[in-house]
């Protein structure tokens, strides 16, 4: 039996992932249970810019690119920073104001888990 860890949501980031089409939601999902029961599903990616431990589920559809960020290495709680649909049209580049809050509130989770 697997030691599944559970899987912990910032509001707001639990918000936005509720306004995803279903079928992303499922797949979103999906990938967050395989990081929960230890390994990496193919559509996540260690993030860049951030210190490690952080990493990006990316998924398009019809067009549209859906982005989720959990951090591995905070407490035991696989932790869901931000969910957000990229509409940038400027490349696959994550915006900084993205960027931006997902620092902040890596650097909250922080603060109050350690």
């Known amino acids: 039996m697997r030691d599944t860890r559970p ?3 910032i509001k707001a980031a639990r918000r936005d992932f509720e ?3 279903e079928d992303v939601q499922a797949d979103m999902l999906s990938a967050l249970t395989i990081a929960a029961e230890g390994s990496k599903s193919d559509n996540a990616k260690p993030f860049k810019g951030v ?3 952080v990493f990006e ?3 398009k559809q ?8 959990y951090v591995v290495k905070i ?4 932790w869901v920073l931000h969910a957000f649909q990229k509409k940038s049209k400027t490349g696959i580049k994550t915006p900084q104001m993205e960027i931006d809050l997902i620092h902040e509130r ?3 989770l922080k603060e109050v888990l350690q």
Do not use: T
């Open 7 to 9: 899987i912990s949501w």
């Open 19 to 21: 306004e995803f089409p």
């Open 51 to 53: 210190d490690g431990g």
């Open 57 to 59: 589920i990316a998924l």
């Open 62 to 69: 019809r067009g549209d690119a859906f982005r989720v960020l």
């Open 75 to 78: 407490g035991v709680d696989i």
């Open 106 to 108: 890596l650097k909250r």
